[in-house]
T-cell receptor
Framework: GAVVSQHPSRVICKSGTSVKIECRSL??????MFWYRQFPKQSLMLMAT?????????EQGVEKDKFLINHASLTLSTLTVTSAHPEDSSFYIC????????????FGPGTRLLVL | GQNIDQPTEMTATEGAIVQINCTYQ??????LFWYQQHAGEAPTFLSY????GLEEKGRFSSFLSRSKGYSYLLLKELQMKDSASYLC??????????????FGSGTQLTVLP
């Protein structure tokens, strides 16, 4: 199957700083990528859909000015958590693919963010 | 809104068979996925159903009834490594559209020796 990578895998930052998470499709082009957030013992919640060359589509309740998404190329999408606060601490997962009928989305390994 | 229900936790014994149920009430339906997720890791794909019936893949099988809004994942010959969270996810819109998967809350399966 296709491979999606994320970087960094783990990050600890101080409250008020910004953190950038990268999501790359390694062996295929992805015009669309998806960003999810998962709190402990909860399921994945879709935050936004990242579209190459255009603005991201955010889910209801997700602040677009706080979670900046840039999809500048067909293999890279970035999520920047601006002015991070402790409540932003979570597991962030990106995915790509799933755009044909039987194909699943391919998930990145996730980024564990801890805001102190 | 969208509603996908799964049991929160299940426990089974090594070598046994376990069935994890998922019921859904969604505004659209374009396929149902099952994923396995170990703690701290990303989900991995297990199965996909879009038509009614049973899909078998090794020790894992998945069943779908669209009229009942119901699916189950069947795990046979359980192994300790099968201890994980199992996520049911419904694709609401046709492939290629913006809105993709909606996940259930996951079922934490513990396999005991």
């Amino acid at each position: 199957g296709a491979v999606v990578s994320q970087h960094p895998s783990r990050v600890i930052c101080k409250s008020g700083t910004s953190v950038k998470i990268e999501c790359r499709s390694l062996d295929f082009q992805a015009t669309t990528m998806f960003w999810y957030r998962q709190f402990p013992k909860q399921s994945l919640m879709l935050m936004a859909t990242s579209n190459e060359g255009s603005k991201a589509t955010y889910e209801q309740g997700v602040e677009k000015d706080k979670f900046l998404i840039n999809h500048a190329s067909l293999t890279l999408s970035t999520l920047t958590v601006t002015s991070a606060h402790p409540e932003d601490s979570s597991f962030y997962i990106c995915s790509a693919g799933g755009l044909v009928s039987q194909e699943t989305q391919y998930f990145g390994p996730g980024t564990r963010l801890l805001v102190l | 809104g969208q509603n996908i229900d799964q049991p929160t936790e299940m426990t089974a014994t090594e070598g046994a068979i376990v069935q994890i149920n998922c019921t859904y009430q969604t505004s659209g339906f374009n396929g149902l996925f099952w994923y396995q997720q170990h703690a701290g890791e990303a989900p991995t794909f297990l199965s996909y159903n879009v038509l009614d019936g049973l899909e078998e893949k090794g020790r894992f099988s998945s069943f779908l009834s669209r009229s009942k809004g119901y699916s189950y994942l069947l795990l046979k010959e359980l192994q300790m490594k099968d201890s994980a969270s199992y996520l049911c996810a419904v694709r609401l819109s046709p492939p290629g559209s913006a809105r993709q998967l909606t996940f259930g809350s996951g079922t934490q399966l513990t396999v005991l020796p």
